[in-house]
Each structure stands twice: as structure tokens, then as C-alpha cells.
């Protein structure tokens, strides 16, 4: 099993690193505790983090369940893609969701008179294959959408694909002009890779793994989806 014990030391590293990349202290900081067991979700709470983040509705789930079990209810993130069969075990578990990108998405979580917060994730520039967030030109409707549903959409959220330092930074700026166009506030980019470049963008919240975790093993995506 990993050194959970090493938890709050590398976040205090990542505190100063947030720091020196202009973040205030403000920036939240998700702990992304996928492929680990409970222990990783105790040992970031012990190291005084409030939110932890899941990419898969059963392991969310169990894993709420477990913490529960131990006195112990995080703000849950899920940063999974939406499956709709899935959609109501997200929304019993998450106070977070942030993988919103379709007008479905959103209806379905105001059929399930869903309450909590929730984040339109935008697609990096070129990336219209696959489903890795909305585009730029989807973003504005979705809002609007979202206001006249009464879902609580609080933010962005931007997940950069592999690339230079340099893409990365254009990315997570044009995401964060996008919201400031829009009124919006709340900005969720940045993972261990790139946290620095997302936070002197303006990011809000990251989400980190395997730099207060370590290195995962094998992802479970085969295996839930
Ligand atoms: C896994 C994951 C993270 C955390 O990744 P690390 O590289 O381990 O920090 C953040 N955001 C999303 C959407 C993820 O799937």
C-alpha cells in the first residue's frame, strides 16, 4: 500500500507551490483518491483537506459508504464521465459534479431535482472526437440552460490533454476568459502535471492524485466502464 503518512507533507509542497505560481490560499484542492482505498480519503482528511474526488459512480459510492462508516463525509467530486444509467448514484453521493457537457446532462440531473454544484467542463481547442467536455461555442446555451432548469452550475472545469507547457497555458487562459465573459467564478483546472500552469491561469480548484497519493496502479476503467 502506498505512505498515506506522506500525505500532508507533500501537501504542504503543493500549498507552497500554489503559492509561488500566484494562488492564494483560497484555491481548493481536491484529493482524487480513484484506484485507492479508504485510507487515502482518511489520510487526506487528517491532512485537512475537505473534498475528495471519484471518476466512477460504484466506486464513489462505496467508497462514501466506507468513510461514512468512519465518521467521515468529504464534499465528493465526481469527475467521471456521465453515464446516464448511472446519473442517480452520482447525484445520491456527489456534492460536486463536474463533468457536465451535454443538455441532457443537465436535464437529467433536474429530474432528479439535483442540489448540489455543478461544473461545465469545456473541451481543449481541436478535440471533437471522443467527449472530453463541451466546445467553447456549447458553453453559453449550456448556462442558460442550467439557469432555466435551476441547476446549480457554479464553474468550469478544463482538463488539458497531453501537450507542451505552452498549449496547456493557452487552454486553461481561454477557459478562464470564457467564464470571466460569462459571469462565471469557479474554475476547476489543473491536475499533478500541470497545477502550477492551471493556477497562475486563474484555476479556482485542482484536482490532485498522484502528487499527495503516488504513482496508481492499474486504472480501473476497464474493468467499470
Ligand atoms: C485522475 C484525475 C485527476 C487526478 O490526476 P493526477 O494526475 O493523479 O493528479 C484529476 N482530474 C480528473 C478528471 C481525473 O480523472
Redesign the pocket.
Known amino acids: 500500500m502506498p505512505a498515506y503518512e506522506q500525505v500532508g507533507e507533500r501537501l504542504a509542497a503543493v500549498r507552497d507551490e500554489i503559492r509561488r505560481h500566484g494562488g492564494s490560499d483560497a484555491v481548493r484542492i481536491v484529493a482524487?483518491t480513484?484506484t485507492h482505498p479508504v485510507e487515502a480519503v482518511v489520510s487526506a482528511l487528517d491532512a485537512g483537506l475537505t473534498d475528495v474526488?471519484e471518476?466512477y459512480a460504484e466506486e464513489l459510492a462505496s467508497k462514501a459508504v466506507q468513510a461514512e462508516r468512519l465518521g467521515l463525509r468529504p464534499r465528493w467530486h465526481y469527475?467521471?464521465a456521465i453515464q446516464r444509467r448511472r446519473l442517480k448514484l452520482i447525484c445520491q453521493y456527489a456534492s460536486v459534479i463536474e463533468t457536465i457537457s451535454r443538455p441532457s446532462e443537465l436535464e437529467g440531473l433536474a429530474k432528479l431535482d439535483y442540489r448540489g454544484d455543478v461544473l461545465i467542463q469545456v473541451a481543449p481547442p481541436g478535440h471533437h472526437e471522443g467527449r472530453n467536455g463541451a466546445q467553447v461555442d456549447e458553453v453559453a446555451s449550456l448556462l442558460a440552460l442550467g439557469r432555466d432548469l435551476e441547476v446549480r452550475v457554479i464553474g468550469l472545469m478544463g482538463?488539458a490533454l497531453p501537450g507542451t507547457e505552452e498549449q496547456t497555458r493557452r487552454y486553461f487562459e481561454s477557459v478562464r476568459r470564457l467564464g470571466q465573459d460569462l459571469g462565471i467564478r469557479e474554475y476547476s483546472m489543473g491536475?499533478?502535471?500541470d497545477y502550477q500552469v492551471a493556477v497562475a491561469q486563474g484555476a479556482t480548484m485542482v484536482?490532485?492524485?498522484?502528487?499527495l497519493f503516488g504513482a496508481?496502479g492499474q486504472e480501473r476503467a476497464t474493468i467499470e466502464r
Open positions: 482524487v480513484k474526488g471518476n469527475l467521471g482538463m491536475m499533478s502535471a484536482r490532485l492524485g498522484s502528487v496508481r
